[in-house]
């Protein structure tokens, strides 16, 4: 596979379940970011991580926890969410963290909290 | 604070006939870069390019252009003789240094359908 992967593509959960969304990049990136992409509203960074580790948290309320066990992988671990919180979640990565690098995006994960 | 305005919520055009969008960015930064994504309904955000801001020279490729003009802190992108293919949600994003590794802000994208 080339590029950003995300699995599932679409999921719906309850407020009480717990789930985790998968990114994988196969372009040997240096950084992984999360975005939460809601209708109406610019796109969010939620979470940066470089070299495995968080550099940048953006006030993402703790429901939302990330884990990059990896450069390649970064998950997002979703637990007692609120409808609010349904919306399309954006993987990307770049070559590294800094101004001057695009941004490579995954398909995303299309959230629905019942 | 950096900012990135698209004030073309959405704009609908027929097939072949060029259309402009525009992007009009704010930063303290004199070293910050700006790019251009394409998101189409499949979701994925597409880049298209990247600018730095001490290179101002417009860029051409294919049927895409871009006219980055720092005396009006824009960066606009124009399609030539546009196709139905082209119908997405465009992103304009500028991205500056900050202590702690980099600012990337995204603005709120304009909706293009092009019309057969």
Same mark, same amino acid.
């Given at each position: 596979?080339?590029?950003?992967? /995300? ?6 959960? !309850? ?9 994988? /990049?196969?372009? !040997? ?36 926890? *990330?884990?990059? *066990? ?12 609120? *409808? ?31 | ?10 704009? =609908? ?31 994925? #955000?597409? $880049? #298209? ?23 009006? =802190? ?7 003789? =546009? ?7 465009? $992103? ?11 600012? $990337? ?7 293009? =359908?092009? #019309?057969?």
């Amino acid at each position: 596979e080339t590029g950003v992967t /995300q699995t599932p593509r679409h999921l719906v959960m !309850g407020m009480t379940n717990k789930k985790s969304l998968k990114c994988e /990049q196969h372009l !040997g990136h240096n950084a992984m970011y999360w975005y939460k992409q809601s209708a109406k509203k610019p796109l969010e960074l939620m979470f940066v991580y470089s070299l495995e580790e968080r550099v940048e948290n953006n006030s993402v309320p703790s429901r939302f926890s *990330p884990e990059c *066990p990896n450069s390649s992988h970064l998950f997002l671990h979703l637990h007692t969410l609120q *409808p609010e919180d349904s919306a399309l979640y954006l993987c990307a990565s770049s070559q590294d963290w800094g101004e001057s690098y695009e941004q490579y995006f995954g398909p995303g994960t299309r959230l629905t909290v019942t | 604070a950096q900012k990135v305005t698209q004030a073309q919520t959405e704009i =609908s055009v027929v097939e072949k006939e060029d259309v402009t969008l525009d992007c009009v960015y704010e930063t303290r930064d004199t070293t910050y870069y700006l790019f251009w994504y394409k998101q189409p309904p499949s979701g994925e #955000l597409v $880049f #298209l390019i990247r600018r730095n801001s001490f290179d101002e020279q417009n860029e051409i490729s294919g049927r895409y252009s871009w006219n980055f003009q720092k005396s009006t =802190s824009s960066f606009n992108f124009t399609i030539t003789a =546009s196709q139905v293919v082209d119908s997405a949600v465009y $992103f304009c994003a500028l991205s500056d240094p900050d202590p702690y590794g980099q600012n $990337f802000v995204f603005g709120p994208g304009t909706r293009l =359908s092009v #019309l057969p």
